[in-house]
């Protein structure tokens, strides 16, 4: 099973090597002006399987390590539990959509005004990042803490 893996992921390297090479040499001018548009669909194609192929082997994997070891199944809930609150209460809570910027008019895209919806939603994505950075740094700082007293 490795060596087909490798093989695989060899292939499907040289093509996007092959691609790379050939969107390259077409230049960007040709490239937007769409004569050379076609050079860019298979690049994209081969992405789009790779994305495909690392979901399915994601999705494959999870559920086989479920049934080979069905106490982790607690702490993944846990996980995805606590993940769903944070962007719970970044949304329903934390973001406003109101603020002044919306206010001012400075988000724009083009000629278009984001909605309040939208506004809110960037702003709770935004918060619930900045959650998770700081739940992220708070935990690498116990942790090397722990690791450094139990020495």
Do not use: C, W
């Not at 209460?89 to 724009?108: M, N, R």
């Amino acid at each position: 099973m490795h060596k087909i893996l490798k093989i695989v992921a060899a292939i499907v390297g040289v093509l996007g090597i092959v691609f790379l090479v050939r969107i390259i040499s077409a230049g960007d001018d040709a490239i937007k002006s769409g004569e050379k548009a076609g050079l860019v669909d298979p690049m994209a194609y081969v992405a789009y399987a790779i994305l495909a192929a690392a979901v399915v082997a994601v999705v494959i994997f999870i559920f086989r390590n479920i049934l080979i070891n069905p106490s982790g199944l607690k702490n993944t809930l846990i996980g995805v539990g606590a993940f769903a609150a944070v962007l719970l209460v970044s949304y329903f809570v934390l973001a406003t959509g109101e603020d002044e910027s919306f206010k001012l008019g400075l988000y724009k895209s083009g000629d278009e005004m984001a909605t309040a919806g939208q506004s809110k939603l960037v702003g709770g994505g935004l918060i619930a990042f900045y959650i998770l950075i700081v739940v992220a740094a708070i935990s690498m700082i116990f942790s090397g803490v722990k690791k450094v007293l139990s020495k």
